[in-house]
């Protein structure tokens, strides 16, 4: 049976864990050094406001999967929407349920917040999360392009002038 619980600071060791997975997953080679990684994710586990937050999906004591989720405002009108940035099961769980079973739980919290929508995006070329999604019945959305601006972009787009 599947429990779900919020990461807290004594979980740090876990989600970081569960980071590097993700990272290798999409191809990810060179690591940021593990007390790099530890300390950005205990400013996210330790802040009283957190910019986000860490579902964890645990079977019998082990995490096997979590879900990393924020809301945003404004959705439609000034409701909120809960956003899953990530949601990732392990490799042996995968299959099992808990994917959907996470789903389901981030229904319940958009639902329990008073959100208006759910949201998430995949890799295009993410075809498994993509027949996942399409299991769920979940509509994929039309009418938005995403932009992306990484470090790099950020610093040319801080020294932008008014045109």
Do not use: C
């Amino acid at each position: 049976m599947i429990a779900f619980r919020p990461a807290g600071p004594e979980d740090l060791s876990v989600v970081a864990d569960l980071l590097y997975e993700v990272e290798a997953f999409y191809g990810t080679v060179e690591m940021v050094p593990r007390h790099v990684w530890q300390a950005q994710i205990a400013l996210v586990l330790r802040s009283p406001s957190p910019p986000a937050r860490v579902l964890l999906a645990v079977d019998d004591a082990e995490v096997v999967g979590f879900a990393s989720y924020t809301f945003l405002w404004p959705a439609v009108g000034v409701s909120t929407s809960l956003f899953v940035k990530e949601l990732y099961v392990r490799e042996p769980h995968r299959g099992h349920g808990v994917g959907t079973a996470l789903m389901a739980e981030l229904s319940a919290i958009a639902l329990e917040a008073g959100s208006s929508r759910l949201e998430w995006t995949t890799d295009a070329d993410n075809t498994a999360a993509q027949a996942f999604y399409a299991k769920l019945d979940a509509p994929q959305a039309s009418g938005k392009v995403m932009y992306r601006a990484t470090s790099a972009d950020l610093v040319r787009l801080s020294q932008r002038k008014i045109d």
